[in-house]
DNA sequence: CCTTTAACGCAACTGGAGTTCCGTTATGAG
DNA sequence: CTCATAACGGAACTCCAGTTGCGTTAAAGG
């Protein structure tokens, strides 16, 4: 009984699948920052990409399932890191790179609904893991030279160390609603830094 | 123009109205935690609670709003709060509780329903933010007693601090999916405490 | 270029969440 | 106790998100 058919769009990804899926995905990406997730209609979303909504419904079948897909795509998209010399300076840089994405008209309401697509759908979760993890071992960098340079102690936990940077403004996005600004991100950078040089993220 | 009537269940909040509200929220609560926001169903909140589904919608109309209602009684029964003697024993407690309630089989999947719901709804948001700056606030005097201690800097701001224990294992339960595990608790409060002595957290 | 069929798109259909209607219960005031 | 009416509950109805059926387009292999 071999009746298992592949996921569509897998045999034949070139030219129309591929530009149906970008379209669809800028689309999504849209309508989750204007709407939420929540108020989200597959139909409206495949208006919007100029596209049938039965092959919306077909390809991706519910809300969370295209969410995931979308953050598999952006998942792939890196971001540029500074390198300033300093733990300080490199944290400072990522809180406010995190900052002003989560303050931003657009990112800010994109993300929550990101988030709030994975607290509904363990797929969708899955993504949103990964897609952090890459960001997180993206920044590790950072992390090991300082521990190269002393500036903090060996077997500090980069992972660790860069969540605690970037949870308090999470934190004020989803939970108090207080607003995202520099000084928060300063004092976040700020807070991580001197916990880990006193070796609070040793795992 | 006076027809503006007032919400049901103002006029007449006695007996039955009363035991109505009690039932819905505790199925609401239950619903929320089992299948999570998006799956939630009013109709099927009233059956659980032995209701009409006509009263639920009337009552609450969506299901944020049956969210918020939730939130506000949450908000009113407050928690106890341990007193040590020092701030790093008393964030130590917080983070515990906060730890235990989040890993909780039936509590971690209503707070990030709770949470969920808040980031599609500005009502409920609204009564999120109210019900987190009202167990911030129970748990200030521990603040504020470090500072008169002189274990921690004058113009630390209690509500910054106590964020700080809590944000990453929030940022655990909705971003990375990393288990909450106890030394993460702990981790959070010496990382905490370890910040707002070197000044970190002075508004 | 020709063939096969994956993938798309239109239109008709369906099921169930949310609404409306109206009769029943019981709260709170006099 | 009695009365007016706030609030509840059952059942029928509406409307639209999501599905199904089928014909059309174009990707990939030869």
Redesign the interface.
């Known amino acids: 009984m071999s009746d298992e058919r592949p996921e569509p769009g897998t045999v034949r990804p070139g030219g129309r699948t591929a530009k149906v899926r970008e379209a669809v995905l800028r689309a999504a990406g849209d309508a989750l920052a204007e709407d939420?997730?929540?108020?989200l209609d597959l139909a409206e979303i495949a208006r919007r990409a100029g596209v049938g909504k039965t092959t919306v419904y077909r390809r991706w079948g519910t809300v969370p399932g295209l969410v995931a897909d979308l953050l598999t795509e952006m998942a792939e998209d890196s971001l540029p890191r500074t390198e300033t010399g300093t733990l300080l300076g490199d944290l400072t840089a990522q809180a406010r790179l995190v900052q002003s994405t989560l303050s931003d008209a657009r990112q800010g309401p994109l993300f929550?609904?990101l988030?709030?697509a994975?607290?509904?759908?363990p797929q969708t979760?899955d993504a949103?893991?990964r897609f952090?993890?890459i960001r997180?071992e993206e920044w590790a960098p950072c992390v090991t030279a300082a521990i190269e340079r002393g500036e903090i102690p060996e077997g500090t936990s980069p992972a660790?160390l860069i969540?605690?940077v970037?949870?308090?403004l999470?934190?004020?996005l989803?939970?108090?609603?207080t607003p995202i600004d520099q000084p928060a991100a300063d004092?976040a950078a700020?807070?991580?830094v001197?916990?880990a040089k006193?070796g609070?993220?040793i795992a």
Request: hydrophobic fraction near 40%.
């Open positions: 939420g997730f929540d108020r929550r609904a988030i709030t994975a607290a509904c759908d979760a949103l893991h952090y993890r997180t660790e969540s605690a970037s949870a308090p999470y934190y004020r989803l939970i108090t609603g004092r700020q807070a991580a001197t916990a006193a609070a993220f």
